[in-house]
Antibody, heavy 119, light 112 residues
Framework: QVQLQQSGAELAKPGSSVKISCKAS????????ISWIKQTTGQGLEYIGY????????NYNEKFKGKATLTVDKSSSTAFMQLSSLTPDDSAVYYC????????????WGQGTLVTVSS | DIVMTQAPLSVSVTPGESASISCRSS???????????VYWYLQKPGKSPQLLIY???NLASGVPDRFSGSGSETDFTLKISRVEAEDVGIYYC?????????FGSGTKLEIK
């Protein structure tokens, strides 16, 4: 069955970076894009962007350009998101989700990774 | 960005009764291909969101047919018939028509 397994919670200091992983299984990894979504209590769900897992091409929400960097490692069927120059506003749960192609976008989600930014 | 506005903020329902959740978009979500790109997701307590409805009115795999979606170009409704205890959680509408994808702020469904 399709599964997206994310890495564990992160505690980071302001100004630092974190890299979250999302390991896919149960399907051909390069056949679907992976999207990333941020969830906070105050802002709800915010779309960060997607990565074409076959070509490595990316598309970002303008708001997250310079903040998030999406990459993939096809050999391990894993997508990554690096968050840089962290501030307390980056504290959130981050989800990966399976995306294009197909009409049932975000039918599969990872379990979420909590990132806490605090000094 | 397209703004998605949900109402109500929360709803309390007696098991067996129906519930409706509204969602309005600031721009038409009807594409020239005839498809309306509104999706509905449910986030159960402590879980990741799950897809309920895609392209306004299509039931996702494994979702009970008690759930249904309808609407126009900018006004959408998720209806839950015969609400059950397992339906508790936060319901989100989302527009997947154009980037950046955007979501409503959520409607919390509780059981009386």
């Amino acid at each position: 069955q399709v599964q997206l397994q994310q890495s564990g919670a992160e505690l980071a200091k302001p100004g630092s970076s974190v890299k979250i992983s999302c390991k896919a299984s149960g399907y051909t990894f390069t056949s679907y894009y992976i999207s990333w979504i941020k969830q906070t209590t105050g802002q709800g769900l915010e779309y960060i962007g997607y990565i074409n897992t076959g070509s490595g091409g990316t598309n970002y929400n303008e708001k997250f350009k310079g903040k998030a960097t999406l990459t993939v490692d096809k050999s391990s069927s894993t997508a990554f998101m690096q968050l840089s120059s962290l501030t307390p506003d980056d504290s959130a749960v981050y989800y990966c989700a399976r995306d294009y192609p197909g009409i049932t976008r975000f039918a599969y989600w990872g379990q979420g990774t909590l990132v806490t930014v605090s000094s | 960005d397209i703004v998605m506005t949900q109402a109500p903020l929360s709803v309390s329902v007696t098991p067996g009764e129906s519930a409706s959740i509204s969602c309005r978009s600031s721009k038409s979500l009807l594409h020239s291909n005839g498809i309306t790109y509104v999706y509905w997701y449910l986030q159960k307590p402590g879980k990741s969101p799950q897809l309920l409805i895609y392209r306004m009115s299509n039931l996702a795999s494994g979702v009970p047919d008690r759930f249904s979606g309808s609407g126009s170009e900018t006004d959408f409704t998720l209806k839950i018939s015969r609400v059950e205890a397992e339906d508790v959680g936060i319901y989100y509408c989302g527009q997947l028509l154009e980037n950046p994808l955007t979501f409503g702020s959520g409607t919390k469904l509780e059981i009386k």
